[in-house]
């Protein structure tokens, strides 16, 4: 934990992205239970094709030395300019994820159905984001490092892209530190609220980030070099547009201490990086 002045007020920074030098943030915490002894020689998951969720999974299933089947979308122009295998498919790749194509914009049914299809007796089927059973051990811990390091009655900020991360820490937090109140930043606009609701938390608050996600955006861009210069890094896809709208919502916790979990992300950045400086012209 660490204590920074943003926006002129201080504010607790949580950096999960310092975990570990390659898996870490949420999806260290999401994927914590792969690591245990499982039965499975072949995971088998479905996403884009620079998914952080993707390069957390082909990375530890290198490290547990199992199978990894992916099943994206392809790049354009993919199988006749290998220079396009960058970032966190470039990773994955190398650490030995063997992939599965679709047509270039295939939707997310279109991926899950063909993964299902690759399924045996000795798979385990990832769902993309990952399961919230799966997720509350690395959840639980997560909420017992906060209730010990900071205490109180704190605001906890946390990105959410598919849901299972943010509504597995709400249970671990009812559990382990429960005058905590977190509050969720949908950044991917994956009716986080109808999904608190079957999953019985709906006291969870939800604040809607304005960005299509993984768009760039002016703000976005202006936001992390804000935060670059106060000795924060952050991605380009959850945290600096979580920033922008935590801004914005500062004077509703005025009277209260507030944590920011940042959640990594930070390897697989340098496409997005790229995408930036194309269309605005950034060096």
Known sequence: MEQKV?????IWLKHDELIHPICNGNKARKFAYLLQSLPYTTWISYGGNQSNAMFALAYLAHLKGVVFKYVMPSLPSLHTNQD??????ASSLQWGMQTYTLPTGSNCLSLESYAKKLIDENSLF??????IDGALEGMNS???????????????FYTSGSGVGVIALQKALDRFFPQADLVAIDCAGSE??????????????ILQSPFKFAKPYREIWEMRAYLASKGVACDLIYDSPAFCVLQKHLEVFRHRDIVFILSGGLMGDVTQEERYKKIFSFK
């Open 126 to 131: 990832i769902p993309q984001g990952g399961i």
């Open 84 to 89: 396009l295998l960058v970032g966190n498919l």
């Open 192 to 205: 986080l609220k109808a999904k608190s609701k079957v999953h019985n938390v709906e006291h969870m608050r």
């Open 6 to 10: 943003l926006f002129g007020r201080s």
């Open 142 to 156: 997560l909420a017992m490092e906060l209730a010990q390091s900071i205490g109180g009655k704190p605001v906890i």
